[in-house]
């Protein structure tokens, strides 16, 4: 095994430990993280930083936990820049933040126990401002049209016009058409709080925090081809890994993607991929 390779085994093996402002918690592929010139797939219980970019593919989502113990989500097809990251402590710790929903739908989610701790979060979204302090709000900047909804608590927004006011009734949403004028806030039925929901709800096999299981998507035969389906995989948005197995004197690379957390959900997943870049017999381990 070249020292390359030895390395790429090595790091991509590491944990990640440390105090976080904001924390990967479940992913359904395809994602990619943007971190200054660099893009690579998001893995799971990876730490975020000012600045971080995430970015989902068709039919994908993103759970981020933030330090208040909040939860971000993000649907298919979106982008979102985390910026302010910060924690300060003075009568309580408090937690900043700046969500730059760039396109796409999001939900942010303040856990009951979490409603007791302070912050002061922002979200941007489709040319408005919402100011958040403890709630429920699900939003999205659409191709025609932008969409804040507060599901629960109360939040302060400056419209696409300048307009600042506050939302402070539950089931109630604010529409942006795009290029016309903003429409007054509106009740929202539960079928279409139902619908939008599904946007951002993780409902297909998605690796997480604690996920014991693994993705054995094929077997490479050298180095060389197998570093070969490890970036083709990468590219289009796959946290996969490779765990070299002695054979017959020598080795194989087998590609994987782990944390999957169980074996329901691995099994599930090898059936969607089988036959993709390679995966022809995927199969499922520990």
């Not at 939003?139 to 006011?165: P, Q, R, T, Y």
């Not at 996969?240 to 997943?269: C, M, N, R, T």
Request: with cysteine; charged share 20%; net charge neutral.
């Amino acid at each position: 095994m070249n020292k390359k390779l030895g390395l790429l085994l090595m790091l991509l093996a590491m944990p990640a430990h440390a105090e976080m402002d904001a924390q990967v918690q479940a992913v359904q592929m395809p994602a990619w993280l943007q971190r200054g010139d660099t893009t690579r797939p998001l893995r799971v219980g990876l730490s975020l930083q000012n600045g971080d970019r995430l970015i989902t593919g068709t039919n994908a989502r993103i759970y981020v936990r933030t330090a208040d113990g909040s939860t971000v989500k993000l649907g298919e097809k979106a982008s979102l820049t985390l910026e302010g990251l910060a924690q300060s402590k003075q009568e309580e710790t408090l937690f900043r933040a700046v969500l730059n929903v760039a396109k796409g739908a999001f939900r942010f989610t303040t856990a009951s126990i979490a409603k007791l701790k302070g912050r002061d979060v922002t979200v941007k979204v489709a040319g408005a401002t919402v100011g958040i302090r403890g709630t429920d709000v699900w939003g999205k900047d659409g191709d025609e049209m932008g969409v804040v909804c507060l599901i629960e608590g109360k939040i302060s927004v400056v419209g696409a016009d300048d307009n600042e006011f506050v939302m402070d009734q539950p089931l109630s949403f604010y529409k942006m058409p795009k290029g016309t004028a903003p429409l007054p806030v509106g009740p929202v039925d539960a079928e279409q709080l139902g619908k939008w929901a599904t946007e951002t709800d993780i409902a297909q096999p998605a690796t997480q925090v604690g996920g014991k299981w693994k993705v054995d998507l094929l077997t490479a035969p050298d180095q060389a081809s197998a570093l070969a389906a490890y970036d083709q995989w990468r590219d289009v948005g796959y946290d996969v890994q490779l765990k070299p197995v002695a054979q017959d004197g020598g080795w194989v690379y087998v590609l994987q993607i782990g944390q999957w957390p169980s074996h329901a959900q691995a099994e599930q997943f090898a059936t969607q991929i089988k036959g993709n870049l390679g995966a022809e017999n995927p199969g499922v381990s520990r």
